[in-house]
C-alpha cells in the first residue's frame, strides 16, 4: 500500500488560511472526493476532499492552526 499525501492546494485567494473541522477521524476509511477538512481562507469554508480511496493515517494539523498552500496536512494509506 501507499502513503498519500493530502497537501493544501492553491485556493484562489492568497497563501495562507485556517485549518479549521477535521471530518474524520485518524484510522477512518475515506473514499476519493470524501470532505476530510474544513478550510477556512479569505472568511471562505472550503472542504479539502481525499484525493484517494483508503484510511487515514495521520493528521498532521490542528484545528484552527495556520497552514500554507502546499503543506501536508494528513496522510492516507491508499489501497491501491
Do not use: N
Not at 487515514?56 to 492516507?76: H, P
Request: hydrophobic share 50%; net charge negative; glycine share 8%.
Amino acid at each position: 500500500m501507499a502513503r498519500c499525501e493530502v497537501r493544501l492546494p492553491e485556493l484562489g485567494v492568497g497563501q495562507a488560511a485556517v485549518a479549521g473541522i477535521w471530518l474524520v477521524r485518524r484510522g477512518e476509511r475515506v473514499s476519493e472526493g470524501q470532505p476530510l477538512l474544513e478550510v477556512t481562507a479569505a472568511a471562505a469554508v472550503v472542504d479539502l476532499p481525499a484525493p484517494v480511496d483508503g484510511r487515514l493515517v495521520a493528521r498532521l494539523v490542528e484545528e484552527d492552526e495556520a497552514v500554507e498552500v502546499g503543506q501536508v496536512l494528513a496522510l492516507i494509506e491508499s489501497d491501491e
